[in-house]
């Protein structure tokens, strides 16, 4: 017999006696016959109608679409591939190729390289202020990712067909001229280095590390508290501190982040001499939280924001929260508060960044919950709110009120005062999405002044209705309508409609 397979014997012999003497004691029976068993415990009465034959399929034939069915109707969702794809692929299945060494056991490196983004491509007509404008404008997104281990990558982003707000267009008047433009830029509008410093120091070292500290420096885009509160990619850098929790305060997550930015601040709340808003000379810190406790979510941060030389005396502080949570099933609700304060300027600049925002939003959960969405979103704005820095075609601190808030960042399509300053209003709205397949908005809303006239940017009331559809026509195309006609008092009334293609890559 081999010398391998005694051992085996021996070992499995062993076994059967360890498992035949705690035979006795796991099924030990009391002095009526009956099994031992904890306490708590008691035996349940069987039933032989519980059990039935297993089942036979003889006279069933396997089906595809029946086993899709059972999930649901799922399936897997064909996507577009980036315009440059090398090294390992974005989201696919294995087999993948194996990872090197070159920065560490721990932080095994697999290079990627891809391009992607869409190219946005819309003709409007808009009118906007009286005058009657038709515009064919176009836009290119390109991302340029280079990753290199699974947390650590550089990343760009250039729009080489526009130049900060101007696009490349052709623009038709109504005296029948045309004017059309080009536009085009080099300058990546970000780039920046993002990675894990634990991840780093596991592979320098060789030893898993108990902490995460993800960090980007560059120039870099931040959004937070859903783009309100900031919506900029600055020059600077950030840390984040991911994962806390706290059972003594009833936290079971939260993220902190720290950020600055020493350059590319936009903000409208410091202004040249000539009043208009700049970024020159322009820094900002601060930190924000996301946590999920009170069966919601909190969000809060805090920003001062530094701008040096002649502009010095314009610094002011800033401060975000917001509270988001489901309520008895039926509303799903958000208060957030944008409170700018401390600003001070010498004579004679007037302070532009005093102000407070409240903003509440609340979506109904509909007997089609995933399809059917009505929503009312209410603001009040006092003073000048102003967000810690919002990217110029961002558009203003109340876009995300509404789709009659929200101007497209292409055409220069229309929309209601998205400044909250003096002002209060709201939108009411439904959203439909078919079969998940479609989307269809329609829209009501409007931006009513408060205080006196001199104080704010709004001359008089204005009440927008607004319609959007847009559908994927396959997996790369994406087709979109949109509509708005506003009544404005003491203004001339707005009105557009535009038609765009997005090709996704």
């Known amino acids: 017999m081999s010398a391998r397979v005694v051992p085996a ?15 006795p004691t796991a099924f030990a029976a009391d002095d009526g016959g009956k099994p031992a068993m904890s306490p708590g415990a008691a035996p349940v009465p069987h039933k032989e109608d519980a059990f039935g034959a297993d089942p036979t399929y003889e006279t069933k034939p396997y089906s595809d679409e029946d086993q899709v069915k059972i999930y649901g109707g799922k399936f897997q969702v064909q996507t577009p591939r980036p315009l440059l794809e090398l090294g390992r692929p974005i989201y696919q299945s294995g087999p993948l190729t194996k990872s090197g060494t070159a920065l560490g056991e721990k932080n095994p490196v697999s290079q990627a390289f891809s391009i992607y983004g869409d190219w946005r491509t819309a003709v409007a007509r808009n009118i906007n202020g009286g005058a009657r404008t038709s515009v064919l404008a176009t836009r290119l997104n390109l991302d340029v990712d280079y990753r290199f281990t699974a947390t650590e990558r550089v990343h760009a982003f250039f729009r080489p067909l526009d130049n900060v707000a101007e696009f490349s267009r052709c623009e038709f008047q109504s005296n029948r ?32 590390q108990k902490f995460d500290l993800a960090f980007a420096a560059g120039k870099m885009p931040l959004l937070f508290q859903n783009g309100v509160w900031l919506e900029d990619a600055i020059t600077g850098a950030a840390v984040s501190l991911p994962g806390k929790n706290s059972a003594t305060l009833g936290i079971s997550n939260m993220d902190v982040t ?15 001499r000539f009043g208009v808003p700049t970024k020159n000379h322009v820094k900002v810190y601060g930190v924000t939280a996301f946590i999920e406790a009170n069966q919601g979510f909190w969000e809060v941060g805090y920003a001062y924001t530094d701008p040096r030389n002649e502009l010095s005396d314009q610094h002011y502080n800033n401060f975000g929260l917001a509270f988001t949570r489901r309520y008895g099933g039926w509303l799903s609700n958000s208060v957030r508060l944008i409170h700018t ?62 789709i009659n808030f929200e101007t497209d960042g292409l055409t220069g399509f229309p929309k209601l005062n998205d400044t909250g300053n003096n002002t209060y ?24 002044p408060r205080g006196a006239p001199a104080s704010r940017t709004l001359v008089g009331r204005e009440v927008g209705l607004g319609v959007r559809y847009q559908r994927p026509l396959d997996k790369a195309w994406i087709f979109r309508v949109d509509a708005m006609m506003a009544d404005r008092a003491n203004a001339k009334d707005a009105a557009g409609v535009r038609v765009e293609l997005r090709r996704k890559f």
């Open 258 to 272: 720290f950020f600055t930015g020493q350059g590319d601040v936009n903000t409208g709340g410091v202004r040249d």
């Open 177 to 208: 001229t045309t004017n059309c433009t080009v536009k085009l830029d080099a300058k990546a509008d970000a780039l920046f280095f993002e990675g894990d410093l634990a991840a780093m120091v596991a592979g320098w070292t060789g030893s898993y």
């Open 341 to 402: 304060y401390g600003q001070h300027p010498n004579a004679p600049t007037a302070a532009s960044a005093n102000g407070t925002l409240l903003l509440i939003e609340n979506s109904f959960v509909t007997r089609s919950p995933s399809t059917l969405v009505p929503y009312l979103n209410m603001f009040v704005g006092s003073g000048n709110p102003q967000s810690v820095a919002r990217a110029v075609d961002a558009g203003g601190i109340l876009k995300n009120t509404g």
């Open 9 to 23: 014997l021996r070992a499995a012999c062993v076994a059967a006696l360890l498992f035949q003497a705690m035979m």
């Open 425 to 448: 209003g709201g939108a009411l709205g439904v959203e439909y999405l078919f079969a998940l397949n479609q989307q269809l908005v329609f829209e009501i809303a409007t931006t009513q």
